[in-house]
């Protein structure tokens, strides 16, 4: 039985754990050759999380392939894109690596605004347009990992919000851009998803996390496989004429 993404390959950013690697097995259980890429110096607090993540998509029945790079780092980042293409062409991109660290107002410093928005933002071009010169002549599409803090005000989060919203614009303005090229992209905006990270920052002990499931009209928070089904679809002939939006999953919760 043909499962919707045999013979295509995909790229997952920041996949060795969280969102990035339930996409990536979801991705590899409907047949893609799945790339987990992890930035060395960010995963250093879960050693084997890589090999973890691609032994799960081997277990969902796909192949994949494991392949460091600081998505921040214009070489790296060029070197990856063409290492995978050489090998094995390239179809999909889900630029899914960031960060996220609060602070408030009095807090920032230069060093903090830099390393959010070269991440979340910069290393989300870099890779966009690395992968622009790789994808045939059949196009390509690139999904973007948003957050529901772009559009809900959060105190201490000045700068992941704002890094958010520049995905946001990115995604509608590269839309445009790309699309006589075949290239679709858009973005999933999520609400408050249970990872390693929103565990290590203490969110899922927090005010914040009981007052957003209260007013969450399905009543939970999310779950990294929610988010995982979001991007199979966008990244899926089904939403072949789907371009340019960004997708808010988050149980109802705006």
Sequence with gaps: MNRRFD???AVVTGSSRGIGRAIGV???SEGAYVVI????AADAKYPGAAEEALRLVREAGGEGEIREADVADTEATRKLLRGVA???GLDILVNNAGIY???PLESITEEHYHKSFDLNVLGLLLVSQAALKLFDSNGGCIIDTSAFASTVAIPSAVVYSATKGAVDAITRSLAAELGPRRIRINAIRPGIV???GTHAGGFMESDMRKQVEAQTPLG???QPQDIASAAVFLASADSSWITGETFLVSGGYR
């Design 194 to 196: 249970e990872t390693e």
């Design 37 to 40: 890429n992890y930035a060395a």
């Design 220 to 222: 939970r928070i999310g």
């Design 7 to 9: 013979g295509k390959t």
């Design 86 to 88: 050489d090998a094995h």
């Design 26 to 28: 979801r991705l590899a």
């Design 101 to 103: 660290e609060f602070s």
